[in-house]
């Protein structure tokens, strides 16, 4: 299920600090600089395939709100740092991917999984899509 934006939160309400700061320790950035640019998601190759923009999962963090983990677009970011090279506030926003992504895994719930697949459809896929998949900076 998608989160929806309509329900999003326009303030930051205390009870969402503790999710904040977990994705802050998790994955090192410091998520109040971003300002909404929106130059992330302009750079982003895989926004047709995402429910969320990566800016919009940088505000939805912003505002602790932990539905952002039920967006696709976590599993989606193929990890090519783009967004980072364009951030003018040097978030790497990537980094936020993996960790959004390290709080689902450690409910034991995975997204894509190359096990799944038949021979034929691994071979057939893109390397960086295998990359992808095996997630760079996962443990
Ligand atoms: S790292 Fe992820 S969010 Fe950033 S540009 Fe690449 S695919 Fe998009
Ligand atoms: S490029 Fe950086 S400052 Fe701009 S919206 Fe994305 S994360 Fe925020």
Redesign the pocket.
Same mark, same amino acid.
């Given at each position: 299920m998608s989160p929806e934006p309509s329900r999003l939160a326009l303030r930051f309400k205390p009870e969402n600090a503790s999710f904040k700061a977990k994705v802050a320790e998790l994955s090192g950035e410091e998520?109040d600089?971003?300002?909404?640019?929106?130059?992330? @998601?302009s750079?982003c190759p895989l926004t047709a395939e995402m429910d969320l923009l !990566? @800016?919009k999962v940088?505000?939805y963090v912003q505002l602790g709100e932990e539905a952002v983990l039920e967006s696709k677009t976590i599993w989606v970011c193929s990890t090519c740092f783009n967004?980072e090279v364009?951030? !003018?506030?040097?978030?790497d926003?990537a980094n936020?991917m993996e960790a959004l992504r390290q709080l689902m895994l450690r409910k034991k719930y995975d997204r894509v999984s190359l096990d799944a697949l038949e021979p034929e459809e691994l071979r057939g896929l893109p390397q960086i899509a295998i990359i992808s998949n095996l997630r760079k900076l996962t443990a």
């Open positions: 998520i600089l971003c300002f909404q640019c929106g130059a992330c @998601s750079g !990566p @800016s940088i505000r967004c364009r951030c !003018p506030r040097g978030i926003i936020v």
